[in-house]
């Protein structure tokens, strides 16, 4: 299957090559949209993100996968910072740092950088590691990452791997044979079901364990993640220890036995044919799309080349009016979208209104049923209590409301954007439909959409309650007070505060989103303002083109209406070898899917 993927993604390459080498022949410069399909083709990177709680093997794993203890590992929790293996031809390890700085140091360094006890609580300011190694289970494009484990001593580990969830592409989740899944593991894979479509799930350490004992700790795990809502397809057993071993010492016999080649086919199944078809497909669509606008640019350099002096002059004039019309278009949906941004503001100010006229008395409601279930506590005991009280209410008020309130902002921004952009896509249809009938050419269509931002983090503020000097002076006084008296001061200043706690929250809120809703607009906005400019410049470049042929005569017109027959003629070629590739990519995968559904 990987080696299907391999010749298709070198089929494609070919395509590209022969496009590039029709360009060079009239310029000398690449075509950059060109380019960059090659280079993603070429480097079909993923991030393949080791996962699990701290000493379940993630490190020695990846250490067998590569085939060599690379990454330090220990029987204590050891990786602290988040630590990236890709291809290279040469061993290099570079260390990212949080202040955008880089260095590079030997690989025999690298414990002083990623692990807890070389760089407790990450006291050097590392962001993360990165090792080239020229192994052949990288070269296909696969990135392994290596995470501090969750659940560890170190409290900043956990946090490490939660941040790092984002940036994956697959996961491989790795569980223990001897021990079933932890509470701290079972709060990872909540984490990360929205974050990825493909878990590997990996059950380590059968190194001591029967096959009946491996059957039973798989199907126990398995049984649990499904009342999780995973697909479990499989749980793969391997020994990563054994595996290590066993590729050190090219032992192929102990190498079968580990499982680990199991795990090595799975990924490459997943790169060749999940991973590998978008991306094969992506690659192809794109050159598709430039082949496409390659041959209009050919058939309209072709009519500014046959046309009269007075016909073309017509032609160009149209078209800089259509141009004109276009800019403006564009100017005044930027300016409607202006407005649109502050109606979504003010729908928030008043959601934010309602929201505080509601909240401030229940939580007022809350303290007095703390106060009157508390008569026993002592004035400071029952301000701490109060206090956390108030902190939790505003946690759990706000939560929903925000919860409720992104939704319904967000549906107000994409109800907007969708009028907007069938507004704009209209415009643009427009221009295309009177280019195309004025130089009497197909073009490609183009649309485009947004999203509300959404960021992963929200905090919220509860007053200091007290100076410690002011503190001190109330709590002096208060011995001298009877307890009840003193009892009711400390009810009534919580109760003072509260307004201003709720709309402190409710300004941070307001300001929160109405920055999200401004930066979301102002990013639609910049996308607008480049609606056409491709086509626009796509036809300029023909016209431009056959003009100076023109000037440089009847001879020259000539020779470069056979060059543009052949060019055509080769990309209509190079258009459908795409579209053979695309067959034998897309049916092999629906073959093989009609298989596996027949098997089951």
């Known amino acids: 299957m990987l080696e299907e993927f391999i010749r298709h993604k070198t089929e494609i390459l070919t395509v590209i090559k022969d496009i590039e080498a029709l360009t060079e022949k009239e310029s000398s410069e690449t075509d950059d949209r060109l380019l960059a399909v090659r280079e993603q083709l070429i480097s079909n990177s993923f991030n393949l993100v080791i996962l699990g709680q701290f000493k379940r093997g993630k490190t020695t794993l990846i250490n067998s996968l590569i085939g060599k203890e690379i990454l330090p590992s220990s029987v204590v929790p050891l990786t602290s910072i988040v630590t990236i293996l890709k291809f290279g031809e040469e061993v290099r390890c570079s260390i990212y740092m949080e202040d955008e700085s880089e260095k590079e140091v030997g690989i025999e ?17 590392v962001r993360c590691a990165r090792i080239d190694y020229p192994s052949s289970f990288l070269e296909q494009g696969m990135l392994l990452v290596d995470t501090p484990g969750v659940g560890s001593t170190f409290l900043h580990n956990t946090e490490t791997t939660y941040n790092f969830l984002d940036h994956l592409d697959a996961a491989l989740f790795l569980m223990s044979a001897d021990v079933p899944i932890s509470q701290a593991e079972k709060e990872l894979l909540d984490t990360i079901k929205g974050s990825t479509q493909k878990i590997f799930f990996v059950l380590n350490k059968i190194d001591n364990l029967t096959t009946e004992e491996i059957k039973e700790i798989s199907a126990f795990n398995k049984h649990i993640l499904e009342e999780m809502g995973f697909c479990v397809q499989e749980i793969l057993p391997i020994s990563a220890r054994e595996a290590l071993k066993a590729k050190m010492a090219d032992n192929e016999i102990q190498l079968s ?50 046309a009269s002096d007075e016909e073309l002059e017509n032609k160009i004039n149209t078209f800089h009016k259509l141009v004109a019309s276009l800019k403006q278009d564009r100017e005044d949906i930027t300016y409607l979208l202006k407005g649109e941004s502050d109606k979504l503001c003010f729908k928030i100010e008043d959601m934010l ?42 946690i759990r008020g706000f939560d929903i409301f925000r919860k409720d309130t992104e939704k319904t902002i967000s549906n107000s921004i994409q109800e907007t954007f969708n009028r907007f952009t069938k507004r704009s896509n209209d415009i643009l249809r427009e221009f295309k439909t009177a280019s195309e009938i004025l130089f009497e050419v197909p073009m490609e269509e183009f649309e485009f959409s947004v999203e509300l931002t ?56 307001r300001s929160d989103l109405a920055a999200r809703i401004c930066k979301t607009i102002e990013h639609y906005s910049r996308q607008l303002k480049n609606l056409g400019n491709d086509l626009v410049t796509q036809i300029e470049q023909a016209i431009q083109k056959g003009q100076e042929m023109r000037r440089a005569g009847s001879e020259s017109i000539k020779t470069e209406l056979v060059l543009l027959a052949e060019k055509s003629l080769k990309l209509d070629g190079c258009e459908k070898n795409l579209s053979m590739i695309w067959n034998a990519v897309n049916m092999a995968n629906v073959k093989r899917e009609k298989i596996r559904v027949a098997n089951e």
């Open 109 to 125: 360094e690298l414990s002083d950088y990623v692990t807890e006890k070389g760089n407790p609580k990450n006291v050097r300011g």
């Open 257 to 306: 036995e580990s499982g680990l080649l199991n795990l090595e086919d799975a990924l490459g199944n997943f790169l060749a044919s999940e991973k590998g078809k978008i991306v094969l497909n992506t690659a192809i669509a794109k050159i598709k799309r430039i082949i496409t606008q390659k041959l209009s640019q050919i058939v309209i350099e072709k009519k500014t080349l046959e």
């Open 353 to 394: 209104k309602i929201l505080e006229g509601k909240e401030i008395p229940r939580i007022k409601q809350c303290l007095q049923k703390f106060y009157e279930e508390n008569q026993e506590t002592n004035p400071t005991v029952l301000r701490d209590g109060l206090q956390k009280v108030i902190k939790e209410e505003i």
């Open 454 to 509: 959404q960021d992963k983090g929200f905090y919220y503020m509860v007053q200091e309650y007290t100076a410690p000097t002011e503190e001190e002076v109330k709590s002096v006084l208060r011995i001298f007070l009877p307890k009840s008296i003193s009892r009711k001061m400390v009810f009534n200043e919580i109760m003072e505060r509260v307004s201003s706690d709720v709309s402190r929250n409710c300004g941070r809120m």
